[in-house]
């Protein structure tokens, strides 16, 4: 018996490098003893058994490799074992990929695919607590997961990619994955009570959860497969579930009874006329105060569905503002402007046309999610003319308290809530416009419009066009401080 010790359970570099020295040496399967872990030396002596200094082209297809990498993080104590067994075999061309009638097939494919399976549970279920700020302002989080395979290594890129712009802790009982400031560095496994206590971000995912179920289409067998309920107790938003199924049915008949009107663009007069006799709670004589008041908005029913309202962020002496179109599904959630997808290209964008987020205003001309439900997701929706009309009353205080030399309206919405009438893009894409006095309207498209375009090379053209109207509003913004002296 050959004795051959991996670093760890999921050594699956050193495995590629002795599978291949063994297999150029022809030693038959059931001829090695792969250890991963150091008890198991007891049973084959200290010393690893040295092995075979010769190198081999392996002829195996690049597939297996891929499925190979995934199966060697399941739990299976026989992982290493067999997948040698199936190196050897595709490579004598004992067994096709292909034959998925073939019991090693079989047993690399349901690895594969409970892998696959456990880390997309761990991005879909990891809760992130808020644990304070670093001495760099980022915001920190922990979370505690308990995966079912070894799957750390795999599912962590992922966050990394999701929040780039936060410190970070994900504590399963085997990693821990830490990411500071910029870095991920993995160390030996934690307790769940090294987390955070229960904070806001919770309360926040439960808000999210309650708003996104939907009893009219309650299927708990179908729920509890997309969430086993072994997660749940991780989950904050889990303990609302017993309710909301057993609330279920009246709740499936109360929307029945009030389902959701489109906005009516006609209803903005009738609106705008119960503003003007409606008291109002607070006087709004400050930003901070238009927030407050905006928070509890009901002035369209978008309110009604969206987890919460989503206010502009930046500094009040911002003298540039850019004006997106709504929050998005990550937004809703956060309850910040452009933090998901299209405001990750929006930040490389402006860091590569020379403007720094951190003195600009950042607003949308519509504060809560527009979204349709399909299944478990939530699909944005075009908010209409009468949304963006209500919006607009948000935006106009903004722009009051703020007083941006310089208004960047990103796509048709934006150019509708900032003009307060209809107008093309194409139309105003180029121009700069003086919109009120000492107000310079400047106009391009949205970001997400360039994450949708299908075809790479017009993606490219089309970010090189937003990022010169960036760069024309940097230019702009210079010349006005030039000329201010
Ligand atoms: N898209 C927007 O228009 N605004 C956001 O805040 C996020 C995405």
């Known amino acids: 018996m050959i004795a051959v010790d991996l670093k760890s359970e999921t050594d699956f570099a050193s495995w590629r490098t002795r599978a291949r020295s063994l297999l150029a040496a022809d030693i038959q399967p059931g001829m090695i003893a792969w250890r991963t872990n150091p008890a198991d030396r007891d049973l084959f002596g200290e010393q690893p058994s040295p092995l075979p200094e010769r190198d081999i082209k392996v002829r195996v297809p690049r597939q297996f490799l891929t499925l190979a990498e995934r199966a060697a993080c399941h739990r299976d104590d026989e992982r290493f074992a067999r997948l040698y067994r199936l190196l050897y075999r595709l490579h004598h061309r004992d067994c096709a990929l292909s034959d998925k009638s073939d019991p090693d097939i079989i047993w690399l494919e349901k690895r594969d695919k409970a892998v696959r399976r456990d880390i997309h549970k761990m991005h879909a279920f990891v809760r992130f607590r808020a644990s304070g700020v670093s001495e760099f302002g980022r915001e920190q989080f922990g979370a505690w997961f308990e995966p079912d395979n070894y799957i750390e290594e795999l599912a962590v890129p992922f966050f990394v990619r999701r929040f780039p712009n936060m410190d970070w802790l994900i504590v399963t009982p085997r990693r821990t994955a830490r990411y500071v400031d910029g870095e991920l560095t993995y160390t030996d496994g934690g307790a769940r009570d090294q987390l955070p206590a229960e904070d806001a971000v919770e309360d926040q995912w439960r808000t999210y959860f309650a708003s996104i179920f939907n009893p009219a289409r309650l299927k708990t067998k179908a729920m509890t497969a997309e969430m086993p309920k072994r997660y749940w107790k991780n989950l904050p938003e889990a303990q609302l579930i017993p309710s909301l199924i057993a609330s279920s049915t009246t709740r499936a008949r ?24 409606a008291p109002q709670a607070e006087p709004l004589n400050t930003l901070a105060a238009v927030n407050a008041a905006a928070r509890t908005c009901t002035r369209c029913d978008l309110c009604r569905h969206a987890s919460q309202t989503v206010l502009g962020e930046g500094p009040q002496s911002a003298r540039l503002m850019i004006v997106g179109e709504q929050p998005g599904d990550q937004e809703d959630i956060a309850g910040r402007p452009f933090i998901g997808p299209a405001g990750k290209l929006l930040d490389q964008s402006l860091a590569h046309s020379g403007i720094e987020r951190s003195t600009t205003y950042l607003t949308n001309a519509v504060k809560h999610f527009k979204f349709t439900p399909r299944g478990k997701r939530r699909i944005h929706s075009k908010p209409n003319a009468g949304e963006i009309n209500q919006c607009r009353w948000w935006l106009n205080l903004e722009r009051e308290f703020v007083q941006p030399e310089i208004i960047l309206a990103m796509g048709a919405t934006a150019l509708r809530g900032v003009l307060g009438r209809a107008g093309r893009l194409t139309d105003y894409r180029g121009q700069t416009l ?17 994450l949708r375009l299908p075809d790479a090379d017009r993606r490219e053209q089309e970010l090189a066009r937003f990022r010169a109207d960036l760069a024309q509003t940097a230019m702009l913004l210079e010349e006005r401080t030039r000329a201010s002296g």
């Open 254 to 277: 109360e929307m029945q009874a009030a389902a959701p009107q489109p906005a009516n663009p006609r209803a903005a007069t009738i609106m705008r006329q119960r503003e003007l006799t």
């Open 434 to 450: 003086e919109i009120a006095k000492g107000v310079t309207l400047l106009t391009t498209v949205h970001p997400a419009y360039l």
